[in-house]
């Protein structure tokens, strides 16, 4: 099997699901448990895992915000930090379109 290289954007499309799974920033055993022990040794190497749970803060927050949010303070319409943090990942993951056709997809994926 041919190796991919971790780039930035790999390695926050790969860190993205879990913070927002677990809430904050995973340790490295619960990435290993998540057989994705290589992110780890890839954020060490790309700016460290200072850097990486800096760049993560604003889906810790988000997380955070969903966790605390009450039962119909979910039905509302997302909040402004959600979208923008969505609409990062959208741009990461490589979705057509620029900064606007991102903000407006992620609109409609969490008002849904």
């Keep these: ?8 954007e790999r390695i926050a499309a790969t860190l993205a699901p879990v913070v927002a799974d ?14 994705l022990a ?3 040794s ?5 700016g460290g895992t200072r850097l ?24 509302a319409a ?7 943090v969505r609409a990062y990942l959208l741009a990461i993951e490589g979705a057509p379109g620029g900064p606007d056709a991102h903000w407006l997809r992620a609109e409609r994926e969490l008002a849904a």
Excluded: F, Y
């Excluded at 099997?1 to 930035?8: G, I, L, N, Q, V």
């Excluded at 890839?42 to 790309?46: E, G, I, P, S, Y």
């Design 52 to 75: 990486w749970a800096q760049r993560a803060g604003g889906l810790v927050a988000a997380a955070a915000a969903d966790q605390a949010a009450a039962p119909a303070d979910r039905a």
């Design 42 to 46: 890839a954020m060490r190497r790309n």
């Design 38 to 40: 290589a992110l780890w």
């Design 78 to 84: 997302p909040a402004e930090e959600r979208i923008r």
């Design 22 to 35: 677990l809430g904050r920033m995973p340790s490295r055993t619960e990435l290993a448990e998540r057989d």
């Design 1 to 8: 099997m041919a190796h991919r290289k971790w780039t930035d």
